[in-house]
Nanobody, 115 residues
Framework: QVQLVESGGGLVQPGGPLILSCAAS????????MGWYRRAPGKQHELVEQ???????NYADSAKGRFTIARDNAKNTVYLQMNSLKPEDTAVYYC?????????WGQGTQVTVSS
């Protein structure tokens, strides 16, 4: 089993920054992918950005140039730096961990972009 603890969500004004973090614990494999997905009201669950064990990143077009993902392998933690936030970024953001042991999800953290 793998447990994921997310933090960093909240209310931010349009154009502002926010950092999300997700710490994994438990039966962590040496090779894993972690990333962030989100679900906005009335929309489908979508990939925001993820990073593999080899530090390859995949991201949504909406995140390009604004969001940056990074990982700290010593802490089994992934961070999502979000800049220039827009109201349409409002969503519940979920952390995902994938490895040979399986796929696990965090409980979600609300990000609201509003003035």
């Amino acid at each position: 089993q793998v447990q994921l603890v997310e933090s960093g969500g909240g209310l931010v004004q349009p154009g502002g920054p926010l950092i999300l973090s997700c710490a994994a614990s438990g039966n962590i494999f040496s090779i894993y992918t972690m990333g962030w997905y989100r679900r906005a009201p009335g929309k489908q669950h979508e990939l925001v950005e993820q990073i593999t064990g080899g530090s390859t990143t995949n991201y949504a077009d909406s995140a390009k140039g604004r969001f940056t993902i990074a990982r700290d392998n010593a802490k089994n933690t992934v961070y999502l730096q979000m800049n220039s936030l827009k109201p349409e970024d409002t969503a519940v953001y979920y952390c995902k961990y994938s490895s040979y042991s399986g796929t696990y999800w965090g409980q979600g953290t609300q990000v609201t972009v509003s003035s």
